[in-house]
């Protein structure tokens, strides 16, 4: 039972539009989402996070936005520049058990220049 | 100098081979895991480990077995490898009471059973 999900494999945008990947999830006992950034031949980068408490964080070019009563969250790119293409992976945990985080399938973001 | 390395980057070798992927970590996390990617699955945990003396499954630990030689070293062992677990493994660490669980991660193995 995949718990958190990424429906779109890939999306290409163009360079200095929004990007906005997405990211959906069934365990309501989530309450931290993480987004990460992959390159190829390198390892995940943590990239934004967000806890249930809040429907929005944001931090320069990266905004992560939560809706609890859809359980999705999404993240916003505004302006895509060509080294954001990478795959992105969400994550989620819950904070009063193991920690342990599960990711989703994650969605490779290509910008055109 | 990385914080989180993976020894070796890649690996060939043939099914039934008793294969070892090492991680070194100079973050002094307490808390390390062992993940494999796979092409449509994103990252799914093997094993972790919180200290020296507290080794868990993930949820996919058949096949695999670990063994946490000192805070900065975890190492994956496959006993016998099978073509299925051809994928790319990645070593990470975190510190808890931080606030958000941000895992490190290191540069990954590539890993392929003949």
């Known amino acids: 039972d995949q718990q958190v999900k990424q429906n779109s494999p890939s999306l290409s945008v163009q360079e200095g539009r929004i990007s906005i990947l997405n990211c959906d999830y069934t365990?309501?006992?989530?309450?931290?989402f993480l987004w990460y950034k992959k390159y190829p031949a390198e390892g995940p980068t943590f990239l934004i996070s967000?806890?249930?408490?809040?429907d929005k964080n944001e931090d320069g070019r990266f905004t992560v936005f939560l809706n609890k009563s859809a359980k999705h969250l999404s993240l916003h790119i505004v302006p895509s520049q060509p080294g954001d293409s990478a795959v992105y992976f969400c994550?989620?945990?819950?904070?009063?058990?193991?920690?342990?985080?599960?990711f989703g399938t994650g969605t490779r973001l290509t910008i055109i220049p | 100098d990385a914080d989180v390395t993976q020894t070796p980057r890649n690996r060939i070798t043939k099914t039934g081979k008793r294969i070892m992927l090492e991680c070194s970590q100079t973050?002094?996390?307490?808390?390390m895991y062992w993940y494999r990617q796979d092409p449509g699955l994103g990252l799914r945990l093997i094993y972790y480990?919180?200290?020296?003396?507290?080794?868990n499954k993930g949820e996919i630990s058949d096949g695999y077995s670990v063994s946490r030689q000192a805070q900065a070293k975890f190492s994956l062992s496959l006993e016998s490898a099978i073509p299925n677990q051809t994928a790319l493994y990645f070593c990470?660490?975190?510190?808890?009471?931080?606030?958000?669980?941000?895992?490190?991660f290191g540069p990954g193995t590539r890993l392929t059973v003949l």
């Open positions: 990470a660490t975190s510190e808890p009471g931080t606030g958000v669980n941000e895992q490190f």
């Open positions: 365990n309501s006992m989530f309450d931290y």
């Open positions: 967000i806890s249930s408490i809040k």
């Open positions: 994550a989620a945990y819950t904070s009063f058990g193991n920690e342990k985080l599960t």
């Open positions: 973050k002094g996390h307490d808390r």
């Open positions: 480990s919180f200290d020296v003396k507290d080794i």
